[in-house]
């Protein structure tokens, strides 16, 4: 375990280092050296496979992706965000719907076999936008305050509470479907309820409840109190989007947009350092154990069989074709379109939650989604991970010039 | 388990605030709240009792102590504790043939019916003082740099090591007494041994290895490698202290005493924060969980039995007045016998361990360790556990008045 951590350390930094030098950002390099590393098994090392389902390092891979979200929300606020809403919303809805539309598609052209629901899964299994490797690129390239930033890192919180809407949904209808009867609009309406009241709910009670909580915090004379204050205001919003459904990312983002600099005036007043500091070391520990352990879940050898591969090639490319139609959404003078689209192609935990989710549901003793269904949607999230970044350092440096030039 | 990472922390920050507050250290006030915590299934609320068998907590807890003695170790060089070397052995050597002693008695005393063997273990127990605590204390005290302090760390490495070899030989001489035979002197030695080579062997190729790698480290381009590669360090060396049979935490320290601020002066000389500076917000997160926990694992209602009560008691006794011992070995000039003497106090995981271990062991079907004497270990664990902080705290700014008086 410790070893494990050490060997996870130094790959990602090693790898880091070889992307920075080939100019990419240094999140791809962690996640090339994780899929190095867990595919050692075909050239007979078997350990590093043996430790993607180390629950140990899940749980420290889990703290580090909730604190990266957490350290982005940091770097905007709840009135920035505000301000990006309208068009994230627009944004997120056209890039749920055409990916829904184009992965029911591709079901229904490549497996003619399954049911309507089958392929209706399949759909949704490409809504929700992997924000966690967006968010990592936008930091590598100090991007995050950009406005083409907010609005993809708001458009991946909407999508994800519309493709958990329409998870519940499909579900719904389905068990509905077995039982011979239909889903109850009631039931679906509580999913979008429940969700909508969380986001709103938290941001609203968040930025009214944090300047007196950091307040109280500050009378405490115990070390380290700053960052505890922070990281128990991160996870309590992270554990309350769980609560409610949602992913707990989403709940990590919305504590960093709640808190703003001026909640530990007290604390940096007195010379401490401001908790984007604080939590700058924390996240170099544990953000790459997040990004190594993502690479080392991919399996090389799933990309050999000739009829899956079909499959996990259209679907990839549904889903980064569909994601395209969020650039349409993002409307704005001089705003950087072709950037927003590939902001939100990666999909991830989200997208592999659903795939798992359908495994365990059947029609009539028929699985809705199979093994090879599984495979595939698993491909798509890794092709769409791993094309991200440096597609995006390519556009964002495409917008920078044009804007460049456009200014002068 | 997010809610309860914030509960922990929260806890750990308002206990210590209470602490502080009492001119105590805040490790006294963490450990209470994990003493409440732990035990309000007593008065039906059962969340926090199923935690303290919660795996993730445990990791992040033995994380947050590796670091913790990582921090500490940082803060001396393999050159002064080299300077204080002869007296630490001597200290070690007597805190752990006294405690032994008295603890072979206090067996021989109360388990009459029992074999000398189950007596020899219940010394073993005694032997290996846990330093999280003291080297907390003496964190929250500032006094780590002291010479007094440097005694106490060095001592406590020196009797984990010391106690590792007593608790191989007592359970090798067990293994061969089943067996109708006599433990061989060479696995024995063998323990000794490797101890010894590790010990040596870290500290030597530490010192030479050490800067060569902070150099190779310095060249990578990859954000956050400062950290990445102390923490490296800090891993690998405990595993290869676990490795050799020793407790982790051993290596962790060691690792801390090799590396120098000068290793990164490349890092800090282009603007970059120290290693000490980025490792304390890490162990402001991960340190308190480790102690809240330790609290939690304390069952108060094994406080009710009499019987227990009566070995518990005396072995707590003899748990403490023998580490008193160490005063003896402590010479030098002006020295704080006292304090090193109570710094040596607490005991910890390596005698649940060894309890543990002994829980397991049976000579001719009858078990070496029973319950009873399980639950004493657990107790005097926790007490010496408790009395040290507060102790510790009065008996060093006592060494400081008698020390600022001679001075003038």
Known sequence: MLLALAAILAGAKLGGDVAVRLRQPAVLGELVVGVILGNLDLVGVGW??????????????????????????????????????????????????????????????????????????????????????????????????LGEARIILGAAVVDDVLGLVILAVVAGVIEAANLGTTMSYGAAALVVVKAGVFLAGALALGVALSPRLFGLAARLRAPGVLLATALVFCFVVAWLASAVGLAPIVGAYAAGLILEDVHWKAFTGRGERSVSELVQPVASFLVPVFFVLMGMRVRLDAFAHPAGLALAGLLTLAAIVGKQACALGAVGRRMDRLSVGIGMIPRGEVGLIFASIGLGLTLHGERIVDEAIYTAVVMMVIVTTLVTPPALKWSLERGARARGTGET
Chains 1, 2 share one sequence.
Do not use: N
């Not at 891979?61 to 770097?75: C, H, M, R, S, Y």
């Not at 055409?98 to 052209?109: D, I, K, S, T």
């Open 48 to 145: 590093f496979r043996a430790l993607t389902t180390d629950a140990s390092l899940g749980i420290l891979a889990e703290i580090g992706v909730l604190i990266l979200l957490f350290e982005v929300g940091l770097e905007s606020t709840v009135r920035e965000m505000l301000k990006v809403g309208a068009v994230a919303t627009l944004v997120a809805v056209l890039g749920v719907v055409a990916p829904f539309a184009l992965g029911w598609g591709v079901g229904a052209l490549l497996l003619p076999d399954h049911s309507a629901y089958s392929h209706a899964f399949l759909g949704a299994t490409l809504t929700a936008t992997s924000v966690g490797i967006t968010a990592r690129v936008l930091k590598d390239l100090g991007k995050t305050r």
